[in-house]
């Protein structure tokens, strides 16, 4: 799903937002949570999941033409990790699919 498909289903959901109004919430949640991240706080949705930033320490890489060093600076990278619901959610509608129609014993 691509943001403009969320923008979409926002605006199929309800009906009283337009579709300008629906590409602005949108922007608004994700230009929070961005900020958010940035700012090195932790976002928890309840029943969804929830992200943090992850510390990668400096290394040492290999520059794969050259076999070359190459120092590798620390990063500081976003991390999500699915809430309990949304796994369960996932794994079960994931087995549906893959099942089939259910074939009822008469």
Known sequence: MTRSDLVEELAARFGQLTHRDAEFAVKAILDAMNDALVRGHRIEIRGFGSFSINR???????N???????????????????????????????????????????
């Open 56 to 62: 990668r320490p400096p290394r040492m890489g290999r």
């Open 64 to 106: 794969p033409r050259s076999g070359e060093s190459v120092a590798i600076p620390e990063k500081r990278v976003p991390h999500f990790k699915p809430g309990k619901a949304l796994r369960e959610s996932v794994d079960e509608r994931t087995h549906e699919l893959q099942a089939g129609p259910a074939v009822s014993k008469a």
